[in-house]
């Protein structure tokens, strides 16, 4: 028996509509009878009364969400026995009444039977297996015949029997194969659910697997760099701190070199890593798009850094692709932090425009610049990244810069927004 956890979706409410539905027709029918020209016989008023009551109890049965977890498994199983005892019992009740003398009467409740029963047998089939169709339907024909045969001898005279029997027939294959319909339907549909749920499960599992792997990436990814910005800093201050060890108290000149370029260093590995930690935090292009982004990025950073800013950033850039406005926000990200350990500074341009189908950034400062052609600034990670970023996206950067004079980064992006 199932209980209430594996009730078929649908079926209460249905069961309680049928219910409600029968109700209204049996009052109708009994309003209908009260004021027709033509009386009908007081048993078929009195059925018609019957069937408008337990149609109605059962209706407030269906009703009471109470019983439901009171009575659990047995919830439903009830409510079909209260639904089948009445119609079953009906010719019972007209052999009893009106005798065998009422043939027609009797046949109309047969027929009447075998409509009001298919409520039963809907919710039968729906809610379980054939075979409780087949024994729903083989008692309700066992009980007919044994009311024909015990009351009053109906089955006993020949004129009778044929046509009595033929109904009860029509009604057991009537109910096999409506029974049989809704439960391949049924079954069916508890296939397409299961299957269903089995999707959303492995798309579950799919979908984690994915955020896993992506985590992983990303804290590979996390290590490399603060691999490459702390341990490589890191590696070579302590060379250059036992390099000051040794040269402490006999050559101070050359030890205040070694301790000033390990400043240095120490200064260059919190920019990366303080890089490296920012890029796990929310990014701020979803939330503010990319001018605003570049423009809070400058003037936070001349708030920090101390120089004065100087903004030519056009409102409507376009809609450029996340992975291109990605690009262009770490792009002037690193060359700001430079500018800010670097440059030394007092006035920083940052331009960022959009001329017809090109997109464009410059970041100018009138710090003290370097020699771009020297091997040792050819290979500083920070300009390598943001060439990587640019030839990433199909961009294109260069970078102008003398002794004294400054430096200028320019990235020029054409596409379409």
Known sequence: MKSVRDLEPGVLPTFRLFMGVQFVISLLSVIAHRFA????????????VFIGLESGLLFIYLSLPNLLRSLQSFYLPIGIVLASVGP???????LNTAGVKSQDILEVVLWQQIIVLFIPLIVISWQYEMPQVI??????????????TTANGALTQGSLSGSFLGILFVEL???????????????????????????????????????????????NRLARELHDVLAHTLSGVAVELEGLRAMLGRDPERSKELLNNSLQAVREGLTETRRALEELRAQPLEDLGLALAVRSLAESYASRDDFQIELGI???????????????YRIAQEALANVAEHAKAQRVQVILKKDKDQLQL?????????????????????????????????????L????????QVTFSYKGSS
């Open 37 to 48: 020209f033509y009386k009908p016989q007081s048993e078929v008023i009195a059925i018609s």
């Open 314 to 328: 056009d409102n409507d850039l376009g809609d450029y692709p996340a992975d291109v406005q990605q690009c262009i």
């Open 400 to 407: 102008e810069s003398h002794g004294g004079a400054g430096t």
């Open 135 to 148: 024994l729903f339907s083989g008692l309700t024909g066992i009980l007919n015949i044994a009311q024909l």
């Open 173 to 219: 294959i009537a109910f096999l194969l409506v029974g049989h319909m809704i439960v391949s339907l049924v079954k069916v549909q508890r296939e397409q659910r299961q299957s269903l749920t089995q999707a959303n499960q492995r798309l579950a599992q799919y979908a984690s697997t994915v955020e896993q792997l992506t985590i992983s990436r990303e804290r």
């Open 362 to 398: 410059i970041i100018k400062d009138d710090g003290k610049g370097f020699d771009p052609d020297d091997p040792g600034n050819k290979q500083h990670y920070g300009l390598l990244g943001m060439r990587e970023r640019a030839e990433m996206i199909g961009g294109i950067l260069s």
């Open 88 to 94: 079953i019992f009906e010719p019972f009740f007209v």
